[in-house]
């Protein structure tokens, strides 16, 4: 079945240290997203790109960085820059055609100890 | 730029009675308007869309929301909760072209009491 997976569910990180957080695709979707999500503040973009090899900031970028090598991969680096990062992370793709509407994965919790 | 107001962080409801979660917009042109169901620990799932075409929308697991342009609305409703239909909601709205950004409101956790 065609989906969205990310990697790790869960994922532990100590101050000062750079993750990754993994989005793979497999819709043929052009266009995929990062998004954060934190009790009460509902989801807040991250990052966005709509062809390989180009992405744009969205409202929350600080501290955060991606790449767009393949279609069908969009991982996200938290770094040690970000100063609030346990969140809950989730990816998204869709088409450029038609209505916007967005699949996403089960996300990633990442938690700073 | 496209928002949303969702009001009311948690919204309890009783088993069998009506859940309405509402749901304002703004947006300089003409909307596409979304709800996602979301369970603890996955991700968003849509349960309906309006893209202009029938004002009343009808989605999965019994829920339908009413476009009203004259209110910029797009309230959610289900007659008969279920406890199953325990959840956050989120609103999100995107321009029907052009830079089309979802923006999404701050959601609604629904209880339901049995």
């Known amino acids: 079945d065609g989906g969205i997976t990310q990697s790790p569910k869960y994922l532990f990180r100590k101050e000062g240290q750079n993750v990754t957080l993994s989005c793979e695709q497999n819709?043929?979707?052009?266009?995929m997203y990062w998004y954060r999500q934190d009790p009460g503040q509902g989801l807040r973009l991250i990052y966005y790109?709509?062809?390989?090899?180009?992405?744009q900031k969205g409202d929350i970028a600080e501290g955060y960085s991606v790449s767009r090598e393949k279609k069908e991969s969009f991982p996200l680096t938290v770094t040690s820059a970000q100063k609030n990062p346990t969140a809950f992370y989730l990816c998204?793709?869709?088409?450029?055609?038609?209505?916007?509407?967005?699949?996403f994965g089960a996300g990633s919790r990442l938690t700073v100890l | 730029a496209q928002s949303v107001t969702q009001l009311g962080s948690h919204v309890s409801v009783s088993e069998g009675a009506l859940v309405l979660l509402r749901c304002n917009y703004s947006?300089?042109?003409?909307?596409?308007l979304f709800w996602y169901v979301q369970y603890p620990n996955q991700g968003l799932q849509l349960l309906l869309k309006?893209?202009?075409?029938?004002?009343l929308v009808k989605g999965i697991n019994g829920f339908e929301a009413e476009f009203k342009k004259s209110e910029t609305s797009f309230h959610l409703t289900k007659p008969s909760a279920h406890m199953s239909d325990a959840a956050e909601y989120f609103c999100?709205?995107?321009?029907?072209?052009?830079?089309?950004?979802?923006?999404f409101g701050k959601g609604n956790q629904v209880v339901v009491i049995p």
């Open positions: 998204a793709s869709r088409t450029l055609s038609g209505a916007n509407v967005l699949t």
């Open positions: 819709l043929n979707h052009d266009a």
């Open positions: 790109s709509q062809i390989v090899n180009d992405f």
């Open positions: 947006s300089s042109v003409p909307p596409y």
């Open positions: 309006y893209t202009s075409a029938a004002t």
């Open positions: 999100a709205v995107s321009a029907n072209y052009g830079n089309n950004r979802l923006a």
